[in-house]
């Protein structure tokens, strides 16, 4: 069975503060990983998307990748109230250039 | 269009009935998913298109559901004989595949509840 495992959270962060959301994948084959925001009631939203080893920077948002040790995080800088949502990691498993295998979501809450 | 729609935004059906969701993709996007979330849990991947074709319909549940696409667009699915278990988001996403794999775009999702 072909997984994607987060910590269901809730994660808690004041503003201001780095939150780091983490994300660990069985298939050592993947190839393409994905982080998606929800709020609650909407649909996921593209976050960042991440195919080679190392750090990817968007704005406030860092997504690592460690292939070897399949592990992908995603790094928040100066959280904002308005980063509240479930933070979902997608993973593209060998094989499949098209089917994502997502985690169940981490609940980040930022504090004012 | 702008963005993936899906309609009824809100279903709700009794037992035994028959139910229809719709996906309209962006415009371009030859590849169309239906994913299933259930309260508190992950997506879970359901069927898979390419242009109207299904080559991987590997995570549709049971028998009672199945799914159609037309002119390589709109797509439905259909779940016959709705049971309780069934209820939950029922969300479709496009990609413009190009070889590797492609970013998803989801829609806003079907809340199907079923009494």
């Known amino acids: 069975q072909k997984e994607v495992e987060q910590n269901s959270g809730p994660l808690s962060v004041p503003e201001g503060a780095i939150a780091s959301l983490n994300c660990t994948y069985s298939d050592r084959g993947s190839q393409s990983f994905f982080w998606y925001r929800q709020y609650s009631g909407k649909s996921p939203e593209l976050i960042m998307s991440i195919y080679s080893n190392g750090d990817k920077e968007d704005g406030r948002f860092t997504a690592q990748l460690n292939k070897a040790s399949q592990y992908v995080s995603l790094l928040i800088r100066d959280s904002q109230p308005s980063d509240s949502a479930t933070y979902l990691c997608a993973v593209n498993m060998q094989g499949s250039n098209y089917k994502l295998t997502f985690g169940k979501g981490t609940l980040l809450t930022v504090n004012p | 269009g702008a963005g993936v729609s899906q309609s009824p935004s809100n279903k709700v059906t009794e037992k035994g009935k028959d139910v229809e969701l719709r996906c309209d993709p962006i415009?371009?996007?030859?590849?169309l998913y239906w994913y299933r979330q259930s309260l508190g849990q992950g997506l879970e991947f359901l069927i898979y298109?390419?242009?109207?074709?299904?080559?991987?319909k590997s995570g549709l549940p049971s028998d009672r559901f199945s799914a159609e696409r037309t002119g390589g667009s709109v797509s439905t699915l259909t779940i016959q004989r709705t049971q309780q278990e069934d209820s939950a988001v029922y969300l479709c996403?496009?990609?413009?595949?190009?070889?590797?794999?492609?970013?998803?775009?989801f829609g806003p999702g079907t809340r199907l509840l079923v009494l």
């Open positions: 298109f390419q242009g109207n074709s299904a080559p991987d």
């Open positions: 415009s371009g996007h030859t590849a």
């Open positions: 996403a496009s990609s413009k595949p190009s070889g590797g794999a492609e970013t998803q775009y």
